[in-house]
């Protein structure tokens, strides 16, 4: 029964991880911001035209993604490019529209934290500074918990979806960082 | 027990459309707040059910599991835009407002009492359903061959008595239902979809509390939820809380940006055109739930085809079967069509004997038509978000010697 446990344990972070887009430039971004609301396999199971992607991030913007102009142009070169039904997409290569950022900004920005949520500002969730002035250090088991099985109530209704595919290690490592932004 | 919930529990065991335990025992649960669980809405689903993504949860039973009069409740497909939202029943208010002579709101207690509570079958069925036929592929939930539909029995009373008693003021066109499911971001548009009066009024459209004489399963709606029978599956608000009278068709994403096909066919593969019609009721459209693909069947014994038929307007005339891949067609027995007050919008049982010639495999094809002459095309018309797939359901079993 161990074994099992362990064996579904490791089968469902393979799965989590695998939700992946290929690498390539702009790649990092689109998956943080489509991780948001749906599955990245969405993506990967259906290349369209360069028209019909564009239609389609103007129709993801209407529902409530949030993603400025410059961002959207990014994804959809990314998208036409790489998921595109008219031509075969080039071999993987490095995202080099992603500035690579201290381990912690690869974390926030790895598990989509970094489209709710900005050091200073509310963007959608609270700020982490906002975060850090509320919790005292003691409370770090339960912020653990909250980011991996989603949470309401405390900031407003707005639910913050479960992240199961997050790493009790790579939740803790994350929640110590956002209680040190006083 | 309380006054209110005493009067509930009496109109609507007279209407025979709730088990009061039932009631109870999910209004304990909505206590929790928040959303609920994709893997609770999971577990009270046949393990038959294939699920197409996790987030948003979707999922339907294929076919040859379909093989019922009436859709059971854990055989319901699963399709929602935002979150699941665990929501209290004692707390839950129905508001009309807009074009209406008077604002008005009902609790769901309030709502069972002061109507008369009906039943009708009728089938949901999203827009998508059948869209993985399409070639090239189009964009959405990918559902199977036949995915994504269903046919069951609700309970609840008639949107058409709640607009009556609201009132109508001149130039009330269209009605918006509004639920109160959650987006993953506070920047997420409502869903919101509207209907024309017409379709409104129908006698068969329902604010619904019940699925097959049970409270409505969280995934389908608890409490409350309207049912547009024959529609697109996206019309029927679940969650309602909020019903808006307006002069013309809401204007918002889920109205302009979703749920639109092509005004005239396009290339298959090109971009949605400008010029654009909302989805509205689903075409003549079959398929068959037994036998399962590649049965086994004796040679010299007869076959039973049996399917369901329905269309979101009008009614079904015939339906046909094909053992020669569509070069000749044979009427298949068509049960009666019910009381049309009560399941003018409900699909229908058919069947077909078939006697095999001798071993080898035979491939059934089954084509309806409706009673104003159409009749399911071979390969629908392609669109780019691959809505109305309505082609012919094909069948293979296997004879053995």
């Not at chain 1, 959207?72 to 992603?98: C, H, S, V, W």
């Not at chain 2, 990918?142 to 709640?162: E, H, I, S």
């Not at chain 2, 909302?278 to 010299?300: C, D, F, H, L, R």
């Not at chain 2, 078939?354 to 009749?375: E, I, M, Q």
């Amino acid at each position: 029964l161990l074994k099992l446990s362990v064996l579904l344990f490791l089968v469902s972070t393979a799965s989590a991880q695998d939700d992946r887009l290929i690498s390539g430039p702009g790649s990092t971004l689109t998956e943080n911001k489509c991780k948001i609301c749906h599955e990245l396999q969405h993506i990967r199971r259906l290349p369209l035209s360069r028209g019909e992607w564009a239609d389609n991030l103007k129709n993801m913007k209407e529902r409530g993604t949030p993603m400025d102009d410059a961002e959207m142009a990014i994804i959809l070169d990314y998208l036409a490019t790489y998921y595109n039904r008219e031509k075969p997409a080039p071999p993987p290569g490095p995202d080099t529209l992603f500035s690579e950022g201290s381990p912690i900004e690869k974390l926030l920005a790895a598990n989509a934290c970094s489209g709710c949520h900005s050091l200073d500002k509310r963007v959608v969730g609270p700020s982490f500074r906002e975060v850090a002035a509320k919790y005292p250090a003691a409370a770090a088991n339960q912020l653990i918990r909250k980011i991996r099985e989603g949470g309401q109530g405390s900031w407003g209704s707005v639910p913050m979806p479960p992240n199961p595919g997050l790493s009790e290690t790579d939740a803790a490592t994350i929640v110590a960082w956002v209680l040190q932004q006083r | 027990m309380d006054e209110k919930r005493r009067q509930l529990m009496q109109g609507m065991a007279a209407a025979g459309a709730l088990a009061a335990s039932g009631i109870r025992e999910a209004g304990a649960q909505a206590a929790v707040p928040g959303t609920i669980d994709t893997a609770e809405i999971k577990k009270l689903k046949v393990p038959a059910m294939e699920y197409h993504s996790e987030r948003p949860l979707t999922g339907s039973v294929p076919a040859h599991a379909h093989d019922f009069d009436v859709t059971p409740n854990d055989r319901m497909f699963i399709r929602n835009n935002l979150l699941i939202p665990a929501v209290d029943i004692d707390k839950h208010r129905l508001t009309i407002r807009g074009l209406v002579d008077q604002e008005r709101s009902w609790s769901v207690y309030e709502l069972a009492k002061a109507f008369t509570p009906v039943s009708v079958q009728g089938m949901l069925e999203c827009a998508g359903s059948g869209r993985t036929n399409f070639h090239p592929k189009a964009s959405g939930t990918p559902w199977g061959a036949t995915g994504g539909m269903g046919c069951p029995k609700w309970g609840g009373v008639r949107l058409a008595d709640v607009l009556k008693a609201a009132g109508l003021k001149p130039g009330a066109a269209h009605v918006a239902g509004q639920g109160v499911d959650p987006g993953m971001v506070a920047t997420a548009a409502p869903v919101i979809r509207s209907i024309p009066m017409a379709k409104a009024m129908d006698d068969n459209t329902l604010i619904a509390w019940a699925m097959n004489d049970q409270p409505l399963p969280w995934i389908h709606g608890y409490p409350l939820r309207l049912v547009v029978p024959g529609w697109v599956g996206s019309a029927s608000t679940k969650w309602l809380a909020t019903l808006t009278v307006l002069d013309a068709p809401f204007k918002g994403t889920y109205m302009t940006g979703s749920y639109i096909t092509p005004r005239h066919a396009i290339e298959p593969g090109h971009k949605m055109p400008a010029d654009v019609v909302s989805t509205e009721a689903w075409p003549v459209k079959s398929m068959i739930t037994s036998p399962a693909p590649n049965a086994k069947a004796k040679a010299g014994a007869p076959i039973t085809v049996r399917g369901r038929a329905w269309v979101g307007q009008g009614q079904i005339e015939r339906v046909e079967i094909s053992s020669d891949e569509g070069k000749t067609w044979q009427r298949a027995q068509l049960a009666p069509a019910g009381d049309p007050r009560f399941g003018r919008y409900a699909w229908r049982t058919f069947t077909y004997e078939h006697k095999p010639s001798g071993p080898g495999y035979v491939t059934f094809l089954a084509r309806a038509w409706d009673d104003r002459g159409n009749a399911q095309p071979a390969v629908s018309t392609w669109n780019p978000l691959g809505y109305f797939w309505n082609g012919w359901h094909r069948v293979g079993v296997v004879v053995e010697a």
